[in-house]
């Protein structure tokens, strides 16, 4: 790396330091820990998926270092950076430079084909094509279970690396990864979402043993995975929210590799928002359930309207936290969930797409808060699957703004 390169993240490490260091991200990690313990008060509001290509102000996301590895590690900083200033909202600094550990994974013996159309190539929201090639069952069967291979030479290299850099500046610390249990997005992309469900009517039997095959796939890999001590507890964000709890590790954690009873379990079925609550019960959950109840808390949903599956989520003895689309009825999904879930609700992104739609926006929030707080749930309010702001940042400066002015006249 050159030094040039290193004066600049150096000086990026103490800027971030100075943020870990403010108490507001402990008060910031307990309130999110009493959410998690099915304790009601003042929702934690989270921002993810941000179209970063539309948001410099002033040249502040703009990258210095010359080499690749240095602008990676640049571009973390100063995106940390920016949030904190500009839509901070209730974001955590981390006490540390956290390295993913690095592993390979063999893959199942076929990769996606697919046709892009995309109307700015920065963006990573691009439409697709996807060639079917599951179309018999002889083709599902003939996938192969992944093999996967950790790689501690190179967590050791890139430890003394980032350590060597900046060390004296932050703790660097290994960390493994979070469970992301999701084999209908898979699936769509090997069959195309319009053969996935017309299959679910037409061909039954085909769609059970395409479930069944990424159902072991997903087993296969999450378990190697676990052995080898991939995957991880104390990790930053669970899919766009805050993951912090009093309830992992399981209590008889001895500090070895973490066991799948001390991690998330992260699970969603998007295809099915065109598809009824019966279908992603038999196609989708009853594969889930039996590996979802291995691990110590479950999360499940993301796009899909979940208001009428809830009384099938309600079979998952460990499920914690659910997912509250823009497409879900938010009071019925509150009423159902009461105490006994937290409400991860997503506001809807259009809102700070072209023109920032303010009066649209406190209705939005006005409604989830007054349900959640009748119903007495816990929940969170995340931000996110922002694929433009119209070159406009301040429609999310303005959105986090406006969403903490509406919780102060609750929530004093």
């Known amino acids: 790396m050159l030094s040039q390169d290193r004066v600049i993240l150096r000086e990026l490490a103490k800027s971030y ?49 010359e080499s690749e590895e240095g602008k990676r590690i640049e571009d973390y900083f100063r995106k940390i950076l920016y949030r904190w200033k500009y839509i901070q909202a209730d974001m955590v600094v981390e006490d540390a430079f956290y390295i993913y550990k690095a592993y390979t994974d063999s893959g199942i013996g ?21 060639e079917d090639q599951l179309d018999t069952e002889e083709k599902v069967a003939a996938l192969k279970l992944p093999l996967i291979t950790a790689q501690p030479e190179l967590d050791k290299k890139k430890l ?5 850099l900046f060390g004296d500046i932050l703790p660097v610390k290994l960390m493994g990864h979070e469970m992301s249990y999701c084999p209908w997005d898979d699936i769509a992309q090997f069959r195309s979402v319009e053969h996935c469900l017309i299959d679910m009517v037409d061909r039954p039997e085909l769609t059970h043993a395409t479930i069944r095959k990424f159902t072991d796939i997903a087993v296969s890999r999450y378990t190697q995975m676990a052995d080898l001590g991939l995957l991880d507890f104390n990790i930053p964000m669970l899919h766009c929210t805050p993951p ?26 998007q295809i099915f928002v065109s598809a009824s609550p019966a279908m992603q019960d ?10 979802m109840e291995q691990c110590g808390l479950a999360y499940y949903g993301c796009c899909e309207p979940l208001d009428r599956f809830i009384p099938y989520l309600k079979q998952v003895k460990n499920l914690r936290k659910i997912g509250v689309s823009p497409w879900a009825n938010v009071r019925s999904c509150a009423e ?28 939005e929030i006005r409604e989830t808060v007054e349900a959640c707080i009748e119903n007495k749930c816990p929940y969170e309010l995340v931000l996110k699957d922002i694929s433009t702001v119209s070159k406009k940042p301040q429609n999310l400066i303005n959105w986090t703004k406006t969403v903490s002015e509406i919780l102060d006249d609750y929530y004093r």
């Not at 046709?115 to 996807?130: A, L």
């Not at 038999?282 to 590996?291: A, G, I």
């Not at 159902?336 to 209705?363: C, H, I, T, W």
């Open 244 to 269: 912090y709890t009093r309830d992992l590790p399981a209590k008889d954690y001895n500090g070895g590799k973490p066991r799948l009873k001390d991690i998330w379990f992260r699970g969603m079925a």
């Open 17 to 65: 330091r100075e943020l870990a260091e403010q108490d507001i991200n402990r008060e910031r990690i307990n309130r999110i820990k009493n959410m998690h313990s099915l304790k009601t008060g003042r929702p934690p509001v989270w921002l993810d998926e941000i179209p970063w290509h539309e948001m410099d102000i002033d040249g502040q996301l703009a990258l210095h270092c």
């Open 160 to 164: 003394e690396e980032a350590e060597e």
């Open 336 to 363: 159902q969930a009461g105490g006994s879930y937290v409400l991860a609700r997503k506001p809807n992104p259009a809102l700070v797409s072209g023109n920032f739609n303010a009066e649209a926006l406190r209705k």
């Open 110 to 130: 076929i990769s996606i084909k697919e046709q892009i159309i995309s109307h700015n190539m920065r963006s990573k929201i691009v439409s697709h094509h996807y």
């Open 282 to 291: 038999e196609y989708d959950l009853q594969y889930m359930k039996p590996f």
